[in-house]
Structures are given as structure tokens and as C-alpha cells.
């Protein structure tokens, strides 16, 4: 029998909601005994889901709800992050190191270039008026476990 | 996320101390900003020593701030950066407009030559 366990925790487009949502998935994931730079390591990819789907997908006006899926798997970590908001015209052009819809705001444009940095495999579903999908996942080092 | 700061001569060391996340980084770059107008600051170091989390909302902050220095012909530096930190910087190509130290002094002596 392989571990199973998951999770689902929903929270609206507050950036106090940021650390709020680190705070809650490093909970959940530390059942798999991860290593503080794994832990780490997930923490800022999710860090910049979240913050991309609190700054793009709704309004500043307008409360809107995101959600986050965790499921573990043996010694995989799986993380969904989905709004419900504006969506990504050009899913390839936001990937791209460096392009930000929003300079002004001093958006670096490297959230889905950090992301890929931090995690195993990345992948980003999005429609325009119905909202983005963020899917994450992190196999933790089995040796030292 | 708590900003403190020491300035030596007309260089300002900004001390970070906590989480530089979206949602903290505006007060930070309003603080480190009103500081630089205050004190005729020209050149500008950050101390990464006591941050304990960053995104790439950090990069944003560095970057603006680097802006508004280079405008005055002045210089940024960071120090004491961990290594998820230094990854962050190192993967945006940060380091090719702001300089890494080893620590304060190390970058004061640069700065002031």
C-alpha cells in the first residue's frame, strides 16, 4: 500500500492570504518528513502561484476565491493552485522569463521562472474569463528518507 | 517584515528582517524609499541576514530601488543572502546590475572608492 493523503483549503484574493497559504501547505507537507531546503523549495513555487492568481486573476475590487488541492502520493507532492479569474491570454508569453502585465507595480516577471526552479514539473491550464490552473509537483529525495 | 537602517557616510545599509513577500514588499520599498529622499543617500546595500522568505516579489523591490540609485549614478548591493535567496537573484540575472558582497564592510570599501 502507497501513502495517500490530500487536502483542500479555499481563501479570497487577500495578500495577507500569501504567507497564510505558505504557512498551511508546509503544514500539511511536513507528514513527509521533507527536508528544510524541499519545504523551502515549495513554499516560494506556491508563493508565487498564489500571489499571481491575487494580483491577475480578479479585480482589486472584487473578492474573488482561490483554491489549493494537495495531495501526496509516496513521496510525491502534488499542488494545484486555481482561481477562478481573468485567465492568461498567452500562457507561453507569462512563462517567459521577465514578462510582466504589470511593471508598474514592480513585478518582476520571474514568478513562473522561479517556480520552475523550485519544483519537478510545472504545468499551467488557463482559459480567458474562466479562470487558471497552476499543477505542481515535487518528488522528495527517497534516499534520506 | 521589519526594515532597519544604518547609513555611513552617504551609503544606506537597509537590514530586512522577516518575510519579503508580495504582500510585505510595498511598505518595505516605501520605507527604504522615504530613507534614501531623507538622508541623501547615494549609494544602497541590502542585509538579506534575517529574511526567512522571498519570492520573486524581492527581485521587484531591488530592482526598483536599483532604478531610483542609478538615476543618482549610485550603486545597490546585497550580503548575507541564503542560498534559495541567492538562487532567486541568480536565476532573474540579478547580479548584473547589482553587486554581491561578503559582508557590510567588504561592500562599503567598494562603494566609497
Given amino acids: 500500500m502507497t501513502y495517500h493523503n490530500r487536502m483542500k483549503l479555499e481563501f479570497i484574493n487577500k495578500s495577507e492570504n500569501e504567507s497564510f497559504a505558505r504557512v498551511a501547505v508546509a503544514a500539511f507537507v511536513s507528514q513527509m518528513d521533507p527536508t528544510i531546503e524541499e519545504l523551502i523549495e515549495l513554499k516560494t513555487a506556491l508563493s508565487e502561484a498564489v500571489t499571481n492568481s491575487i494580483i491577475h486573476a480578479y479585480d482589486k475590487s472584487q473578492e474573488g476565491i482561490i483554491e489549493i488541492y494537495c495531495t501526496i502520493k509516496e513521496y510525491t507532492v502534488q499542488v494545484i493552485i486555481e482561481d477562478h479569474g481573468i485567465g492568461i491570454e498567452d500562457i507561453n508569453k507569462a512563462r517567459e522569463p521577465l514578462y510582466t502585465s504589470k511593471p508598474e507595480q514592480e513585478r518582476s516577471g520571474m514568478g513562473f521562472t522561479v517556480m520552475e526552479t523550485f519544483v519537478d514539473e510545472l504545468d499551467v491550464q488557463s482559459l480567458p474569463g474562466e479562470g487558471t490552473k497552476v499543477t505542481m509537483k515535487k518528488t522528495l529525495n527517497r534516499d534520506i528518507h | ?113
Fill in chain 2, 1 to 113: 517584515m521589519r526594515v532597519s537602517f544604518e547609513t555611513i557616510d552617504n551609503i544606506l545599509i537597509a537590514e530586512l528582517d522577516g518575510e519579503l513577500d508580495h504582500h510585505t514588499a510595498k511598505e518595505v520599498r516605501d520605507e527604504i524609499d522615504k530613507t534614501i529622499d531623507a538622508f541623501f543617500i547615494k549609494h544602497l546595500i541590502f542585509d538579506f541576514k534575517n529574511v526567512t522568505f522571498m519570492d520573486s516579489s524581492g527581485i521587484g523591490v531591488i530592482i526598483g530601488r536599483y532604478n531610483k540609485i542609478h538615476d543618482m549614478n549610485g550603486k545597490v548591493g546585497v550580503f548575507n543572502c541564503n542560498k534559495y535567496v541567492d538562487k532567486i537573484f541568480a536565476v532573474s540575472d540579478l547580479y548584473s546590475i547589482v553587486d554581491k558582497f561578503h559582508d557590510a564592510d567588504e561592500a562599503i570599501k567598494v562603494f566609497n572608492k
